[in-house]
Structure formats: C-alpha cells, structure tokens
C-alpha cells in the first residue's frame, strides 16, 4: 500500500488498527472515538494499542462530535436545498491533521441518521490531502429502495444493475447478520443502501465513487478528495 497516514474514524477499541498495523508497519494511524472510549482504563483504545505494542505507529484523536453539531446546522437550513450547502457552514472538527492519505469509517455509519451522515462527509473531507481516499466499509442493501431512500433520489438504473450484479451471491447472507439486524433495530438506526451512501460521497465532493464487494457480506465503498 502507498498509504502512510490514516485516519481511522470512530475507530472504537482499535481492532482495525491494530490489524492494519501490524500488516503495514509503514502506516501510521490515527484512531478517533468518544474520549471515554479511548480512555477507558480496561478496555480503552489507549490500554488496547499499548498492550499491542503500536503505541509509536498509532496515536489517538479523543472527540466527542456533539461539539461540532451538524444536526442544528441540517434543521436550520432545510428551507433551502441541501445540494447548495457548504461545508463552510459547518462546525469544523480540530483534525490533528488535514493531510491524511485516507480516512476509514468501518460499521459505523448505520448509527447516523441521514440529516447527520450527509454533512459528516463533508467535515471528514477537509482531513484528508487533496487525492485523498475514504472508505467506508460495513453491511449495506443493494437497493436503493432501503430505508434511506425515501430521503435521496433514486440512483440511475444503469447503478442499479451494475451493484445487483456485483452484490446478488451475497445479498442472502446480509439479513442473516448480526450488524445488518442491529442497524435496522436500533432506534435512530438506519440500513443505507449501497447507491445511497454512493450518492452522498457524491454530494459532499467526493469523486471517483465506487462500491467493491469483499467478502461475506461486506462492501468497501470508495471515494476521492478532488485533486
């Protein structure tokens, strides 16, 4: 991997750090969560990075995101169109740094509403290096007919048929899931579908979208930082 400088966004414990690290001892990362999280005094991502031994590779960004609140930004301005706003309008996030080569968010996302998920892209790429890459990684509806739908346009259905080809061995095995269940059970939860979190990248700037099946049921979906 080319990458050196990762940002692992709500990163939990750390366990994909710690296995990224351990697999590219040229990547540095750095894990973001709730600083009760990270400071947890036995099972905190601190104590779990230094019992590994990646305490010089990894470094942590302790930070809760109600203190940059982008659902009173959403509600205040949804008298106007949401493809005209601007990530000038947002709280900004005191990244540690603003040029990492990459930023991951792995099962995550199913635990935003979509009034929140839409402007945190849009806070997340100001992190990342022009060029740069997110990644957004977890169990996801192949249709764009899922529960976040009714709030974002259809996707073309050229899209449609390219991701049903793509996602169709494996789609069976998505509702057997523990996390796919758990996204749609919990309350403010919400599965999105593939075409959907591809349309938001879309619209918070980022370009070269594109969903890769990896295995079971898991999708990495990708975009760029324009250059």
Same mark, same amino acid.
């Given at each position: 991997?080319?990458?050196?400088?990762?940002?692992?966004?709500?990163?939990?414990?750390?366990?994909?750090?710690?296995?990224?690290?351990?697999?590219?001892?040229?990547?540095?990362?750095?894990?973001?969560?709730?600083?009760?999280?990270?400071?947890?005094?036995?099972?905190?991502?601190?104590?779990?990075?230094?019992?590994?031994?990646?305490?010089?590779?990894?470094?942590?960004?302790?930070?809760?995101?109600?203190?940059?609140?982008?659902?009173?930004?959403?509600? @205040? $301005? =949804? +008298?106007? !169109?949401?493809?005209?706003?601007?990530? *000038?309008?947002?709280? /900004?996030?005191?990244?540690?740094?603003?040029?990492?080569?990459?930023?991951?968010?792995?099962?995550?996302?199913?635990?935003?509403?979509?009034?929140?998920?839409?402007?945190?892209?849009?806070?997340?790429?100001?992190?990342?290096?022009?060029?740069?890459?997110?990644?957004?990684?977890?169990?996801? @509806? $192949? =249709? +764009?007919? !899922?529960?976040?739908?009714?709030?974002? *346009?259809?996707?073309? /259905?050229?899209?449609?048929?390219?991701?049903?080809?793509?996602?169709?061995?494996?789609?069976?095995?998505?509702?057997?899931?523990?996390?796919?269940?758990?996204?749609?059970?919990?309350?403010?939860?919400?599965?999105?579908?593939?075409?959907?979190?591809?349309?938001?990248?879309?619209?918070?700037?980022?370009?070269?979208?594109?969903?890769?099946?990896?295995?079971?049921?898991?999708?990495?979906?990708?975009?760029?930082?324009?250059?």
């Amino acid at each position: 991997s080319n990458i050196t400088l990762l940002l692992d966004f709500c990163g939990n414990e750390g366990r994909n750090a710690i296995h990224l690290a351990r697999s590219f001892p040229n990547l540095h990362i750095t894990i973001h969560d709730l600083p009760d999280v990270i400071a947890n005094s036995e099972r905190g991502t601190a104590v779990q990075v230094k019992r590994a031994g990646l305490d010089q590779q990894i470094n942590m960004f302790p930070y809760d995101l109600s203190l940059a609140p982008v659902l009173v930004v959403a509600s @205040s $301005s =949804s +008298s106007s !169109s949401s493809s005209s706003s601007s990530s *000038s309008s947002l709280p /900004s996030i005191p990244w540690p740094r603003t040029d990492y080569q990459a930023v991951q968010l792995v099962h995550c996302v199913s635990e935003w509403p979509v009034e929140e998920f839409k402007p945190r892209l849009k806070q997340l790429i100001e992190a990342l290096r022009p060029g740069g890459y997110i990644f957004i990684a977890g169990e996801f @509806s $192949s =249709s +764009s007919t !899922s529960t976040a739908a009714t709030t974002t *346009s259809l996707a073309s /259905s050229d899209r449609e048929r390219k991701l049903a080809v793509q996602h169709a061995p494996r789609l069976g095995k998505i509702w057997m899931s523990w996390p796919y269940f758990a996204a749609g059970t919990q309350k403010g939860s919400t599965i999105y579908s593939i075409v959907t979190i591809m349309e938001f990248l879309e619209g918070a700037g980022y370009v070269e979208v594109d969903a890769v099946p990896l295995f079971d049921s898991l999708t990495t979906i990708v975009g760029r930082k324009p250059l």
